[in-house]
């Protein structure tokens, strides 16, 4: 089977084909750390991790790289705000960023580059620039001169004549043209700055990402990412002065871009103030939920949150645990050695969905259907373990760890509940109800049922007597 992947910048799917064979070079914009993260940030993340760890899992020799933006003017703007050195809040923000990915599961980038240690670096390229000509000084800041550069809205698709003053390009007086976007800014006294051919200032925005890329996967690589909101001006200005500074092109071969996360049909937005941020999110639900919740989308599609698809997400995470419960709790009993036709007729079949949940992946990582594969697996397994209770130890390991290993490529069902002792309380609420039942008081054993649901407690009717097993999920 071969990887597919939908590149922003030919609007088309694409046979992937990494520039280094087996080398894979991935690049995606880290945060600005001037605030906590929200969960929009861990949608496009969470999607990227998972990008990353199938291309591993393919056998691709993967790099990846998320930079730390720890000087930027809204870091500025808000430590005057609060009265506080910006340095010290842009590691204030930064350690709670990590805190949040470890949280939700991420693996690790192999590097998180921050821009103030690569200044002199920043310096350099812009140099670069101005000897090449697609640089100017005004005023001791440095521009982008976008009229100068060949293929400007090659990844956007606007044109020069689409953009305008104040709409989405800063406007400054000093500027040549609207779109010139600034590569060193002047600082402004009390700003933390730096010393440069141009006076002391501090780096724009844009040009951290090009020289932070270049610097850890070299002149062109293979996929850089972020969200939908960074494809102008963000990425297409990244475009402009990367293949201005190395005269090597494409800079990036495949452009992929994670859809909007809406909350209440609006996009989630530091600047519409309707933000959930991560830490709040892991009070109230668990961090898998939202992974799951993620990943029951494709990666470019938007996702409403609101409570409705949250629980939607725990109950199908749920049900998938269920199951590996069932198989890790018939492992630990005793069991019959030989290995019936029946095992051998399903276990032949296992092969089959591994295949159809790499084909999901293969299609642009499309982890909606892979979770797909993994229900009808779910609903395969407990059709053959009810009716093949004496199952082998063996054949049960071999359906359990297929679960785990592709579960292991969305980050997900990794979870192991140890079973321990009810509460007092607990144990009174099922004698209820186990009276209420035996009495035909259908009414009032639904609502405990219900009730020890919120407590956590799944309670399962069987023919040898109710049976309970513990919840993962977090109730909000």
């Known amino acids: 089977m071969v990887l597919k992947v939908y590149n922003t910048l030919s609007r088309k799917v694409e046979i992937f084909q990494p520039l280094g064979n087996n080398n894979v070079l991935i690049y995606v914009c880290g945060p600005t750390v001037y605030d906590y993260s929200h969960i929009g940030h861990a949608r496009t993340y ?107 809205g090659v990844l956007s698709r606007q044109s020069l004549g689409d953009v305008k003053a104040g709409a989405r390009v800063e406007p400054n007086e000093n500027k040549k043209f609207p779109a010139d976007f600034a590569l060193w800014k002047t600082a402004k006294p009390g700003e933390p700055s730096w010393e440069s051919p141009w006076g002391n200032g501090r780096p724009g925005w844009h040009i951290e990402c090009s020289v932070l890329s270049i610097k850890y996967l070299g002149p062109q690589i293979d996929i850089h990412g972020g969200g939908q909101d960074l494809i102008f001006p963000h990425h297409e200005n990244e475009i402009l002065q990367s293949e201005s500074m190395t005269g090597r092109k494409p800079f990036v071969k495949y452009w992929l871009h994670t859809g909007m996360l809406n909350l209440k049909g609006e996009k989630m937005s530091k600047s519409l103030g309707n933000i959930f941020v991560i830490g709040d999110f892991l009070k109230k639900y668990d961090a898998e939920t939202l992974r799951f919740m993620v990943l029951s989308a494709h990666y470019r599609s938007p996702i409403n949150f609101n409570n409705r698809t949250l629980n939607q ?44 949940f790499i084909k999901a992946m293969d299609d642009d990582f499309n982890t909606s259907l892979a979770l797909t594969v993994l229900f009808n697996l779910a609903r395969k397994t407990n059709l053959f373990i009810n009716k093949n209770p004496e199952a082998n130890k063996g054949s049960l390991e071999k359906i359990l760890n297929l679960f785990l290993e592709l579960g292991g490529i969305l980050g997900l069902l990794h979870k192991v509940v140890e079973s321990e002792e009810l509460t007092k309380e607990i144990m009174e609420l099922i004698k209820e109800r186990e009276s209420a039942r035996a009495k035909g008081d259908w009414e009032k054993s639904d609502r405990i049922r219900a009730e020890l649901r919120q407590k956590g407690i799944q309670l399962e009717d069987t023919q040898e007597g109710v049976k309970w097993r513990r919840l993962r999920r977090i109730k909000h």
């Open 46 to 152: 969470i999607a990227f991790d998972v990008i990353v760890r199938y291309l591993r899992y393919k056998g691709y020799d993967t790099k990846y790289i998320v930079n730390i933006t720890n000087i930027e003017d809204k870091i500025i703007n808000r430590a005057k705000k609060l009265n506080e050195d910006p340095k010290e809040l842009a590691d204030r923000y930064e350690k709670t960023f990590f805190d949040d990915m470890k949280a939700l599961g991420l693996e690790k980038a192999d590097a998180y580059p921050r821009v103030t240690e690569h200044i002199q670096d920043i310096i350099k390229y812009i140099q670069v620039l101005v000897d090449k000509n697609y640089a100017y000084q005004a005023n001791g800041d440095v521009y982008f001169d976008v009229r100068k550069a060949e293929n400007y």
């Open 313 to 356: 997400a725990s109950r199908n995470l749920e049900r998938l645990y269920i199951t590996i419960d069932k198989l890790r709790k018939m492992i630990g009993e005793e069991r019959p050695e030989t290995t019936g036709q029946k095992e051998f007729t399903f276990l032949k079949s296992l092969d089959g969905y591994k295949q159809e």
